[in-house]
């Protein structure tokens, strides 16, 4: 894959690769069954590629709007710090920039991955944003790269492969 010079510099500063949970993680859709319990469908190429990107010492987190139990058990399988019912993109952003103060960090250091309105915000904060396939037009619009993939579909894992062959792969 050639990567533009451009990406290329924005990739390598990366330290924090801050995840939306459903339409990202997830393809967005709910199931539910007849005793009313709710199930998402998720990516284990996805939880390989994040585990890659944490074992080069990037760090991972999700912030979610959703309140589902789904997502916190989810994120501790993955080894992930969550937020969870966080209702705007205004408090997501909040949450991404204490993340950052906490761990000394600048907006250069950070790919934000969203899919939804409420992620707009953080993904035009980030160094480098990123709307999956399937996301909102105003994202694609703000975003610095938009995956081939939707949401829960490898959308993820294509995003650790894409900054893994720039930050050297040797897993």
């Known amino acids: 894959m ?28 709910v199931y539910v069954d007849q005793r009313g319990r709710e199930m ?25 709007k959703e309140k ?5 058990v989810r994120c501790k399988k993955m080894q992930i710090k969550y937020w969870t019912g966080v209702d705007s993109g205004e408090n997501k952003l909040s949450i991404l920039k204490k993340v ?21 915000l953080c ?11 399937d996301g909102n037009e105003k994202n694609k619009k703000e975003a610095d790269y938009i995956t081939k993939r939707k949401g829960g579909k490898h959308a ?4 650790c492969d894409f900054i893994l062959s720039v930050i050297g792969n040797d897993c």
Not at 13 to 23: M, T
């Open 68 to 72: 589902n139990p789904v997502v916190g």
């Open 2 to 29: 050639t990567i533009k010079k451009d990406l290329y510099i924005k990739i390598k500063k990366i330290k924090l690769l801050a995840l939306d949970f459903d339409g990202v993680l997830t393809d967005g859709f």
């Open 123 to 133: 993904i035009k904060y980030a160094g480098f944003g990123v709307t999956v396939a």
């Open 156 to 159: 993820v894992r294509e995003i």
């Open 40 to 64: 998402v469908c998720c990516s284990r190429r996805d939880t390989l590629g994040l585990g890659m990107l944490k074992n080069k010492g990037i760090e991972v987190i999700v912030i979610s």
């Open 100 to 120: 950052m103060e906490r761990l000394g960090l600048n907006p250069n250091n950070v790919c934000y991955v969203g899919d939804d309105i409420n992620d707009l």
